[in-house]
């Protein structure tokens, strides 16, 4: 039951170019949507995040997008660098009134080549 | 920067064994969590917990599992007997609020044979 779905399980992109990252979801729940970065033997790194009432946020070079009418959200990368290759998670939280479990996506291995 | 740490970082049992995982969250979180990465498969969530008790669990977290915060900093996932199938990257992590960014630490990694 994949409620979070990462489609492409690898990226890759030239230094300095875009990279954008996807995510389907199916859970109409979800109301919460966050991006994590990981590298080997490292735990999740948050990145960013949107909640359901907006439809982009940014920081820095790093932007999410969310299409609440298609369950679909994206992580802009921009200009990608080589640190930033590493294995990026989407991840959904619905509201259960409590401390809310993430759903993590399989993840996406972004490369960036020089 | 604040960051959660776990220990150990490699933790070898054999089956049938109990395991102790620990956790220091980050000082002034509030909600803690538990989650599993079986290698090769996602992040999955095991439980939530709030003024010191379970807010949240998954199907994942059944009677072999349990928590506890023993004192003012530690957060520690206790598996009862532990099974092959257990093994797996454990990470740890807090938030503020519950409906905040969580911050994992580095990981567990456990292994039964």
């Known amino acids: 039951d994949q409620q979070v779905k990462q489609n492409s399980p690898s990226l890759s992109v030239q230094e300095g170019r875009i990279s954008i990252l996807n995510c389907d979801y199916t859970?109409?729940?979800?109301?919460?949507f966050l991006w994590y970065k990981k590298y080997p033997a490292e735990g999740p790194t948050f990145l960013i995040s949107i909640s359901s009432i907006k439809d982009k946020n940014e920081d820095g070079r790093f932007t999410v997008f969310l299409n609440k009418s298609a369950k679909h959200l994206s992580l802009h990368i921009v200009p990608s660098q080589p640190g930033d290759s590493a294995v990026y998670f989407c991840a959904a939280s619905a509201p259960g009134g409590g401390a809310d479990g993430l759903t993590f996506g399989k993840g996406t291995h972004l490369i960036i080549q020089p | 920067e604040p960051e959660v740490t776990q220990t150990p970082s490699h933790q070898v049992t054999q089956m049938g064994q109990e395991v102790i995982l620990r956790c220091v969250p980050i000082?002034?979180?509030?909600?803690f969590y538990w989650y599993r990465q079986i290698l090769g498969q996602k992040v999955e969530f095991l439980v939530s917990?709030?003024?010191?008790?379970?807010?949240?669990k998954s199907e994942i977290f059944d009677d072999q599992f349990s928590v506890e915060r023993p004192d003012g900093s530690n957060f520690t996932l206790k598996i009862r007997s532990t099974k092959l199938e257990d093994s797996a990257m454990y990470f740890c992590?807090?938030?503020?609020?519950?409906?905040?960014?969580?911050?994992f630490g580095p990981g567990t990694r456990l292994t039964v044979t």
């Open positions: 992590a807090s938030s503020v609020g519950p409906v905040r960014e969580q911050y």
């Open positions: 859970n109409s729940m979800f109301d919460y």
């Open positions: 000082s002034n979180h509030l909600y």
């Open positions: 917990f709030y003024n010191n008790e379970i807010s949240e």
